[in-house]
């Protein structure tokens, strides 16, 4: 079974550039969850989606990261236009259909995100 | 809302040797408590999950951790250390009304000496 692929792996930009990540979840999985990870810092929910409908993006910074996941299978983040402390890793998540917080979550690899 | 605290930023153990990774949460109800471990440039991996039951959870990797209601801990063990168990381990706590949304720890990194 193919785990959650995510790319690019690596980035770096310039402060006030944009910037896309991709996640393709793994297949069947009807929850998709975006996390961003600071150096030093635990994940921290960005956004999350069951199917294509936005469950929760409470702590998503609206003002400049967005997100869609049109057809309920695969995601993009964006930041536009990214500031230095947006420099983080992405990681991107999916979980099987069911109770959301007994099931398992499975991260794909992540994007290092380098703003300068 | 819940929180958890993961006190030990870094702790460094002799191959062969028993590990301790410790967790405090903060949550008013029982809480569903996962073990993350994360090793270099790679996402996360599910070591173990409690939801309730038997408070003593076994999971992969020779890895258990137990649920301490009293002490609001869910402190994660191994008997004896691989050096490829050297990695940033995290704690997370979710709430039943949380649709799956994971409070994390910072995290304890462990270094695996010969």
């Known amino acids: 079974e193919a785990g959650v692929a995510q790319s690019p792996r690596y980035k770096i930009i310039e402060k006030r550039q944009s910037v896309a990540f991709w996640c393709n979840p793994i297949s069947g999985h009807a929850t998709l969850y975006w996390y961003q990870q600071i150096l030093g810092q635990g994940p921290k929910l960005l956004i999350q989606?069951?199917?294509?409908?936005?469950?929760?993006d409470s702590q998503l910074p609206k003002d400049r990261f967005s997100a869609e996941r049109l057809k309920g299978v695969d995601s993009t983040l964006k930041i536009q236009p990214a500031k230095l402390e947006d420099s983080a890793v992405y990681l991107c998540?999916?979980?099987?259909?069911?109770?959301?917080?007994?099931?398992?979550?499975?991260f794909g690899p992540g994007t290092r995100l380098l703003v300068l | 809302a819940q929180s958890v605290t993961q006190p030990d930023i870094h702790i460094t153990v002799s191959e062969g040797a028993s590990l301790e990774l410790r967790c405090n949460y903060s949550?008013?109800?029982?809480?569903?408590l996962f073990w993350y471990v994360q090793s270099p440039g790679q996402g996360l991996q599910l070591l173990l999950k409690?939801?309730?039951?038997?408070?003593l959870v076994q999971g992969i990797k020779g890895f258990e951790a137990e649920f301490k209601r009293s002490q609001s801990s869910f402190n994660l063990r191994k008997p004896s250390v691989h050096w490829s168990d050297a990695a940033e381990y995290f704690c997370a706590v979710g709430a039943t009304d949380s649709w799956g949304k994971l409070q994390f720890g910072a995290g304890t990194q462990v270094v695996v000496t010969p």
């Open positions: 409690y939801f309730s039951g038997d408070t």
């Open positions: 998540a999916s979980s099987p259909p069911g109770l959301a917080v007994q099931e398992t979550q499975y």
């Open positions: 949550y008013g109800a029982t809480p569903y």
């Open positions: 989606f069951q199917n294509n409908g936005v469950v929760d």
